[in-house]
């Protein structure tokens, strides 16, 4: 079981959570004027990394409130917890792996 | 039936080939499907220098992985034609293949524990009766009489208040399976390549020409992706999306028991679903891990939330041990249904998407799939199971319809 840090309750268990799939996936902003491909892009495509992947998560039964998560999908380390309209930290120029948030991790 | 009835282990049922330089096609991923597509290939189609790479070893993915059970009781037109015309490849391919893999037609039930389901239930046993599927429902007498060992008083939080039937569905034994269509595809001449991980595609323009490998470039006229979990991983490398999202999916088996369990019994509600193995062991899974995942494991709460439900229906089941847990990637569309047909790559095809079924669809996949990467166009079966589908909205919607375990 996964080991998260909400942002606003601190480490809990994954029991307490659920999950919301990738982040950062905006509505489209004129979505009239979107082609068929691009409207199933959007209702059905999301990115299925392997390794890093910044998904969304919400703790249920806690706070209730969204918010996202860096997490690598092979060792399932969370390597970053985020506010929602926060950008993606970015791992590999700050060397963040090595100081991922207290509890954070599987 | 005893361990002493299974068959006797082989030496060898396939050569260990080196990688060709060319090849007529090239199958990426050497499961089940992988096989089964290699072999109708070979057998329909006469396309004998073909090449199955398999980054592993055969069928050690969720062919190992998978909890063996084959129905073909799905609610919508679509989907029951694909997976009745596997079961009645099933019925044939023990024979066909020379090799007895153990297929055990005991039947495979469905338990209804609300009013809805009910309906829903009764709805689909219809819908099986219009495609030619055996179907039937029972009342929850008729489920005890079925499956003795199960729960049917009104004294748990859910109570048994009926259940579908299909008497053809049934298990049979997963690696024999993948032995069985390696040998043949062996003496039809494909060269199974193990320990071979595709890294990469050689391109002119927008047609593939061949595979870059961890054992050279090998050239080739088409390339099939069967590679499941890993789907979405092989199509960014050729340069295109899949609409697929890989979650771990969990299964455990008990130690071994003597024969309790006649049936095999699925509860979408209190989500489990039981077999007994022919060595028998109790074969139990449930529903995917909530997160995206490469890593063949998943949450233990999973399989505590899967015991409980186990428990529940089978209290006899209290006193069993846990003997072993494992997890499979499994490769998910929105709608749970697969995605079996062409590419935005020229002469690239691709088999994905069978999420938490795709054992039991093995035959059809190799037969439709085998056919649309011969011909360039899709069999009549796969046809409805395009890419394209996503686009034009002609949804195959199992996933709220029926039977399909989420």
Known sequence: MLLISCPNCGPRDETEFHYGGQAHVAYPENPDALTDREWAEYLFYRDNTKGNFAERWVHSTGCRKWFNMLRDTVTYDIKAVYKMGEPRPDLTSARQDATSPEGASK | ?406
């Open chain 2, 1 to 406: 039936m005893s361990a002493d009835q299974l068959p006797e282990h082989p030496d060898f049922l396939w050569r260990n080939p080196e990688p060709k330089a060319s090849y007529d096609a090239v199958i990426v991923g050497g499961g089940g499907h992988g096989l089964a597509t290699a072999y109708f290939l070979a057998k329909n189609h006469g396309m004998t220098n073909i090449a199955v790479l398999e980054k592993g070893w055969l069928a050690g993915g969720n062919m190992a992985r998978n909890t063996t059970i084959i129905r073909s009781n799905y609610l919508w037109d679509e989907s029951a034609a694909i997976y009745e015309h596997a079961l009645k490849l099933w019925e044939i391919l023990p024979e066909e293949l020379e090799y007895d893999f153990l297929f055990s037609q005991r039947g495979v039930m469905n338990l209804a524990h609300t009013l809805g389901d009910v309906r829903e239930s009764v709805r689909r046993v219809g819908a099986n009766k219009l495609n030619g599927v055996d179907a039937e429902w029972l009342d929850p007498q008729q489920v005890k009489e079925l499956c003795p060992i199960l729960n049917i008083s009104d004294n748990i939080r859910y109570p048994v208040m009926g259940a579908t039937y299909q008497p053809r569905a049934g298990i049979a034994k997963h690696d024999h399976v993948a032995w069985a269509f390696a040998r043949k595809c062996d003496e039809l001449g494909v060269d199974i390549i193990q320990n071979c991980e595709v890294t990469g595609f050689v391109k002119d323009g927008n047609r593939v020409v061949g595979v870059k490998t961890n054992r050279g470039t090998i050239n080739t006229e088409k390339v099939g992706l069967a590679a499941a979990g890993h789907s979405s991983v092989l199509a960014e490398m050729a340069g295109f999306r899949l609409p697929i999202q890989s979650h771990p999916l969990q299964a455990l088996v008990s130690e071994l028991h003597e024969p309790v369990h006649p049936t095999v019994v699925m509860s979408n509600h209190v989500h489990v679903y039981v077999s007994q193995a022919h060595k028998g062991e109790l074969v139990m899974g449930a529903g995917v891990d909530s997160y995206n995942g490469y890593g063949q494991r998943g949450s233990f709460h999973v399989i505590e939330h899967q015991m409980a439900a186990a428990v529940e229906l089978f209290p006899i089941f209290a006193r069993a041990h846990v003997l072993r847990t494992w997890g499979g990637i499994v490769d998910t569309t929105m709608d749970a249904s697969p995605i079996v047909g062409t590419t935005p790559v020229e002469n690239m095809f691709v088999n994905c998407g069978w999420g938490t079924g795709g054992f039991k669809g093995t035959p059809a996949a190799g037969l439709t799939f085998a056919h649309t990467i011969a011909t360039g166009t899709p069999h009549e079966l796969n046809r409805p199971f395009s890419l394209e589908r996503f686009e034009t909205g002609a949804l195959i919607d199992e996933h709220g319809a029926a039977a399909v375990a989420h």
